[in-house]
């Protein structure tokens, strides 16, 4: 038909009608109706009996309007419940015929409102959990999450590695190294509400805990924000950027062959790296977001939380239900503690005395253990059958190795033999600093099913006689002291 009408303007009827594919008569038909043939037509009436016709409005209607989130499945199968001779091809109708109704009749849906967005005004944080990608470091599985940080204008973006949950030392640890990578801050920083770090916190907590957020987005000359509890969308800029963040990892990691890496380290330089290559892409936009940002303060702000802990006759202290060792000669003391994401630095007042690794409790709630054996060996020698029922026994051992032979050892010989040989086998590898080597020939003596050979052990590791300095002392005539004492007395 608009082949025929656009023909008319030249041709005529038979000319045009031909043209556009159809008989003259019908040509001619056409040309002298005012409507266009979708006009005149009657729409299509129903070819079968409804099958939801005694249904709809009697039954699901009123379902509706009661429950108006009901999903149109469940509807369904609560009608096959009612009604057995429903059949079940009419499930499609049905949730088309549910759809339209509340698109005349339901309730008002919740509206996305888009921001016209300027350079170097907003920034967003949030956390994403990686646990799908199956990293492994060390040999073992790595439960973490990443910091991600992102200029909504730009799209610069960071990323950082966390062993825990959400927290406000992840936040600034992660915060604070995008804003110096970047080299300046945007007027407003805006994260989730860190539903996380508030649980199972009270209110005086919770006001601590906004206080300090407010306190580090001052000293970086930003806005603090936060996004209502529950409703993503309001940082759909960043929420949406995890998705393709995470897609990215998938193919680096395909691309690398591997989802191993020897340490920590080396996990947290792949991550910079794939970041890297995505800012690559938006490197104008970056670099004409600068010139708008603020410049940074001299210094950076604390990224940890401070407290205080004694030790105890355990040679340890308890921390957020994690125990840790620390050499006995501390017992008694009161440390200063700086907790870090990662990390513990410990202080005795003003002097730094040691960093140990952060431990985390168990998802069940049992206490956590971050041991090291050269903190209670010398302790432990004097009193090896404490082995037995120690409670954080198995953290004890610094090797798998270690672990396995105390087991043969109990089922070998007796309890007393048992500890006193492991606890003799843990200070050899203490004194003479042969853990790793140590460990191979435990695995040797495991597999061939033999027990140590401790006098052998010692004289393996024992210091090369050849190795050590002569010292040749030269001992001073008795008559020198005469003369001394002679020069004294005049």
Known sequence: MRLFMKFRHNDGVAVAAARAGFSTATGY?????????????????????????????????????????????????????????????????????????????????EVIFRQTHEPGKMGLSDFTDMADLGVMVAGGVLEHRLYHFRLVWSGFEHAHVILGGESYV?????????????????????????????????????TDLTRRYDALCEHYGMTASRNNRGVAHENG??????????????????????????????????????????????????????????????????????????????????????????????????????????????????????????????ANGKHGHVVDYRHVIRSLRRKPMALVGLVYRDALFPREAYRRMFERLIERISERAACRMMVELLALAHERACEAELADILDADLAAGRLPDMAALRTRFAPDPATLPEIVVTLAPLSGYDILLGGVAA
């Open 170 to 206: 992840a936040l600034a640890q992660g915060l604070q190294n995008a804003l110096w990578a970047l080299g300046g801050s945007p007027l407003d920083h805006r994260s989730d509400s860190l539903s996380a770090a508030f649980r199972n916190l009270d209110t005086d907590a919770r």
């Open 237 to 362: 800029s960043i929420e949406s950027a995890h998705g393709h963040l995470k897609r990215t990892m998938r193919d680096a990691l395909l691309m690398r062959g591997s989802a191993s890496f020897d340490d920590l380290a080396d996990y947290r330089s792949f991550v910079d790296e794939v970041i890297a290559a995505k800012n690559r892409r938006n490197a104008a936009r970056i670099d004409a977001e600068r010139a708008c940002l603020q410049a940074l303060p001299d210094r950076r702000t604390s990224d940890y939380e401070e407290t205080i802990v004694t030790v105890t006759s355990t040679s340890g202290f308890t921390l957020r239900k994690v125990f840790y060792t620390v050499p006995s000669r501390l017992i008694g003391h009161r440390l200063r503690v700086r907790l870090y994401d990662d990390r513990l630095d410990l202080l005795l007042g003003g002097t730094p005395l040691m960093t140990l690794t952060r431990g985390r409790a168990s």
């Open 29 to 109: 038909r056409l040309a002298l109706e005012p409507e266009l043939p979708s006009q005149g037509a009657e729409p299509r009436g129903r070819r079968r009996p409804d099958p939801l016709a005694n249904i709809f409005d009697a039954e699901i209607v009123p379902m509706l309007k009661a429950s108006p989130g009901l999903r149109a499945v469940a509807i369904f199968e609560e009608m096959q419940r009612r009604h057995p001779d429903l059949s079940p091809g009419v499930r499609r109708t049905m949730e088309r015929r549910i759809r339209a109704w509340r698109a005349l009749h339901g309730e008002d849906q």
